[in-house]
């Protein structure tokens, strides 16, 4: 079980590296606007409104990623110690993530929230399974 927490742990950080790079990426190609704090809820509301497609489809897709990424990781490190339970972890916590930010800003718009709570866990269990079948493969 230890070996299990482990593996879900390194997939959480992980999980949260990916997102926080892809989302770095969408801020390069989205600049926010000049004078935004992103520490002020309000602000941010303010801005998501404003936001284009593309900007809010990078949101989206970097939870997705982190959490493929994190259930991949976790599934790897967990090895044949409850691979399918260590990739779950991050998916459901980037889950829990993304239920915290809609909460705190509602000003998402619905398909965000539907996306963002329909798609990691499946995203980190496909992770998981990529990892179990890749470690399947390299012990033949």
Same mark, same amino acid.
């Given at each position: ?6 593996? *879900?742990?390194?997939g959480?950080?992980? *999980?949260?590296i990916? =997102? #926080?790079?892809?989302?770095?990426a ?5 600049p ?9 809820t ?8 404003t936001? $284009?497609?593309g ?6 897709? *970097? #939870?997705?990623? @982190?959490?493929?990424? @994190? ?9 044949? *110690?409850? $691979?399918?339970?260590?990739?779950l972890?991050p ?7 993304? =239920? ?10 619905? #398909?965000?929230?539907v996306?963002?709570l ?11 399974a ?11």
């Open positions: 079980m230890g070996r299990t927490l482990l593996a *879900a742990l390194a959480l950080a992980t *999980a949260f990916t =997102i #926080w790079l892809v989302e770095f969408g801020h390069a190609l989205y926010p606007p000049p004078g935004i704090d992103p520490a002020n309000a602000d941010m509301a303010r801005v998501i409104g936001l $284009p497609m900007a809010l489809m990078m949101i989206v897709v *970097a #939870w997705v990623v @982190g959490a493929f990424d @994190g259930g991949f990781v976790a599934a790897l490190l967990a090895g044949s *110690a409850r $691979p399918r339970l260590a990739a972890a998916g459901v916590m980037v889950t829990a993530g993304v =239920i915290g930010m809609i909460v705190a800003m509602p000003a998402h718009p619905a #398909w965000m929230a996306a963002g329909l798609l990691p866990v499946p995203a980190a269990l496909a992770g998981g990529l990892a179990s079948a890749l470690r399947g493969r390299t012990r033949r």
